[in-house]
C-alpha cells in the first residue's frame, strides 16, 4: 500500500459483479488535495475501481476507507456530502429543466428543516456557469446535445460542493475544445479549492498533463504509482497498453508526451532515405 496522505483508501478490494470478478487485492491510496488519473486499457476495471471507492458497488471483500471510517458505515447522506461522482452514463428524468436537474446535486446539503437556501442558488449557479451551461438554464436536459448533456451533468457534480470528486471518462461526447475546458477547470478547482479529484481518462497526454498522480490498471490490478514524470515510461506503455512508443517532454507543459509507433513509420522513413 502506498504510503501518501490520503483521506480515501482501498484496502484489498476484491470487486466484480454478482458472479463475475473484475478485480482482486487492489488496495489504493488517493493522495489528499491532489488530482488522480486512472488510465489503462479498456475492460480493465477503471471503472469498477472508481465505483467502489464512491460506494456505487460493494466490495466482495476488502474496505474503502474515508479519513479512517468504513465507507459502507456511514449514513448516506454523510458520504454524498465528502463523495461528488459523474458518472460514466447518466439519465435524467424526462422533460426535467437543466436548471432543476443541476440543482439536485444540492441534496445532501437540504433536510427536513433546511429547504432551499441562498447557498444552493449560488453553488447552482456557479456551477452552470464554470461549465458553460448558464445559457441553457430553463431549456430541457432532452433539447441538448450530447456534449452539452455531459457538461450539466458535470455542473451538477460540482454543485454538490464536496472535497471529493470523481470523474468517470468525464471528456466523453465532448470535441477537443471542451475536453480541454473542463479539464482545465478540474485542475482550476483541485488547485484553488484545495479539492481531491480522481478521474478515468484514456487520453495518456491528458493524464499526465493535468495529474498529479497516476495509477496505471491491467487486466483488473494495479500495475503501478506515481507521478508523471515518474511513472510514464515506453516500458510502461508497452506493459500496459501493448503499444510501441516514443516518450518526450511535452514542450509546453514539461510533462510526459506518449507519441505511439506505427508500423508505417519505417516504411515512410525507408522511403525518405530512398528518395
Same mark, same amino acid.
Given at each position: 500500500?502506498?504510503?501518501?496522505?490520503?483521506?480515501?483508501?482501498?484496502?484489498?478490494?476484491?470487486?466484480?459483479? @454478482? =458472479?463475475?470478478? /473484475?478485480?482482486?487485492?487492489?488496495?489504493?491510496s488517493i493522495p489528499k488535495g491532489k488530482f488522480t488519473v486512472i488510465i489503462g486499457p479498456n475492460g480493465c476495471g477503471k471503472s469498477t475501481l472508481l465505483k467502489s471507492l464512491c460506494r456505487l458497488i460493494t466490495p466482495k471483500q476488502g474496505q474503502v476507507l474515508l479519513d479512517g471510517k468504513s465507507i459502507h458505515n456511514m449514513p448516506t447522506k454523510q458520504v454524498a456530502k465528502a463523495i461528488?461522482?459523474?458518472?460514466?452514463?447518466?439519465?435524467?428524468p424526462e422533460g426535467i429543466r437543466v436548471f432543476d436537474l443541476v440543482s439536485r446535486g444540492r441534496f445532501p446539503h437540504q433536510g427536513v428543516f433546511k429547504q432551499w437556501s441562498e447557498e444552493d442558488q449560488r453553488?447552482? /449557479?456557479?456551477?452552470?456557469? =464554470?461549465?458553460?451551461?448558464?445559457?441553457?438554464?430553463?431549456? !430541457?436536459?432532452?433539447?441538448?446535445?450530447? !456534449?452539452?448533456r455531459q457538461r450539466v451533468w458535470i455542473a451538477m457534480a460540482l454543485?454538490?460542493?464536496?472535497?471529493?470528486?470523481?470523474?468517470?471518462e468525464p471528456t466523453t461526447y465532448l470535441d477537443i475544445t471542451h475536453q480541454f475546458d473542463l479539464l482545465d477547470l478540474f485542475r482550476s478547482i483541485n488547485l484553488e479549492q484545495n479539492r481531491t479529484l480522481v478521474a478515468v481518462l484514456h487520453d495518456l497526454n491528458q493524464a499526465c498533463r493535468y495529474?498529479?498522480? #497516476?495509477?496505471?490498471?491491467? @487486466?483488473g490490478k494495479v500495475?503501478?504509482?506515481?507521478?508523471?514524470? =515518474?511513472?510514464?515510461?515506453? =516500458?510502461? #506503455?508497452?506493459?500496459?497498453?501493448?503499444?510501441?512508443?516514443? /516518450?518526450?517532454?511535452?514542450?509546453l507543459s514539461g510533462s510526459p508526451l506518449v507519441i505511439p509507433k506505427s508500423r508505417h513509420d519505417s516504411d515512410g522513413l525507408s522511403s525518405v532515405s530512398a528518395d
Open positions: 500500500m502506498s504510503s501518501i496522505e490520503s483521506t480515501l483508501v482501498g484496502e484489498d478490494l476484491h470487486l466484480g459483479y @454478482q =458472479s463475475y470478478t /473484475v478485480s482482486q487485492g487492489i488496495s489504493v461528488g461522482l459523474l458518472p460514466q452514463t447518466a439519465t435524467a453553488a447552482t /449557479v456557479e456551477a452552470l456557469s =464554470s461549465t458553460g451551461t448558464l445559457e441553457f438554464a430553463d431549456r !430541457g436536459v432532452d433539447q441538448l446535445s450530447g !456534449g452539452q454543485a454538490q460542493e464536496t472535497p471529493i470528486l470523481m470523474l468517470d495529474a498529479d498522480h #497516476i495509477i496505471a490498471m491491467k @487486466q500495475v503501478a504509482e506515481g507521478s508523471p514524470k =515518474s511513472l510514464i515510461t515506453e =516500458s510502461l #506503455i508497452k506493459e500496459v497498453f501493448e503499444v510501441d512508443c516514443v /516518450v518526450i517532454p511535452d514542450p
